[in-house]
């Protein structure tokens, strides 16, 4: 089946500084990957659209400058969360849509749950 | 826009009891829908779908019928046990070239022995 790693599952990190996370398909190429924050009791909210070999479509409200998203290859995204602060402290969970017939419908990292102090 | 709407949680239940937990949906056009379980500290998990009005998705004893009529896709289970407390999500997704999916706001779950 379609598997999606989402790498780390926690950080905690020193406000001012930078966090990086990765998304990676190990079994399926993905053209396009989901970012999802999830607070506390709530439900995830879509951040932004990450498409391979070009720039991430953000949803309204959602700082470009704060996170920065890159997909660089057809198996990897990546979220930095830029100058984190402790508002920025949440899970983020990633998503991607396996090939038709590999998988079933939209496969979810682990999530990552962030702390920042 | 896409919405999603279930019930407010939480949601306690004696083990073999009886679960349904309501969603209803605002979507154009003809959506798929979804339903995704998540355990404590963990992510989200796929734990069944409808493509098209009438469908039922089931898995693990869970069931959840299309109702375009009600716009609904209750989730329902006979008889839970304790290892299904978790959160759980229903979705949908617009199709028509998009892959997003919008949420609801869960669910809670936790079954008693």
């Known amino acids: 089946g379609a598997v999606v790693s989402q790498h780390p599952s926690w950080v905690i990190c020193k406000s001012g500084t930078s966090v990086k996370i990765e998304c990676r398909s190990l079994?399926?190429?993905?053209?396009?990957m989901f970012w999802y924050r999830q607070f506390p009791k709530q439900s995830l909210m879509l951040m932004a659209t990450s498409n391979e070999g070009s720039k991430a479509t953000y949803e309204q409200g959602v700082e470009k400058d704060k996170f920065l998203i890159n997909h660089a290859s057809l198996t990897l995204s990546t979220l930095t969360v830029t100058s984190a602060h402790p508002e920025d402290s949440s899970f983020y969970i990633c998503?991607?849509?396996?090939?038709?017939?590999?998988?079933?419908?939209?496969?979810f990292g682990s999530g990552t749950r962030l702390t920042v102090v | 826009g896409n919405s999603v709407t279930q019930m407010e949680g939480p949601v306690t239940l004696s083990e073999e009891a009886f679960l349904t937990i309501n969603c209803t949906y605002t979507?154009?056009?003809?959506?798929?829908l979804f339903w995704y379980v998540q355990y404590p500290g963990e992510g989200l998990q796929l734990l069944l779908k409808a493509t098209k009005a009438d469908d039922k998705g089931s898995n693990k004893g869970f069931e959840a019928t299309y109702r375009k009529e009600t716009t609904s896709f209750h989730l329902e289970k006979g008889s839970v046990q304790v290892s299904d407390s978790a959160v759980y999500f229903c979705a949908l997704s617009s199709g028509a070239g998009s892959y997003q999916l919008t949420f609801g706001k869960g669910t809670k779950l936790s079954v008693i022995p």
């Open positions: 998503s991607a849509m396996p090939p038709l017939g590999h998988g079933y419908g939209y496969t």
């Open positions: 079994d399926f190429q993905a053209t396009t």
């Open positions: 979507a154009t056009g003809y959506p798929s």
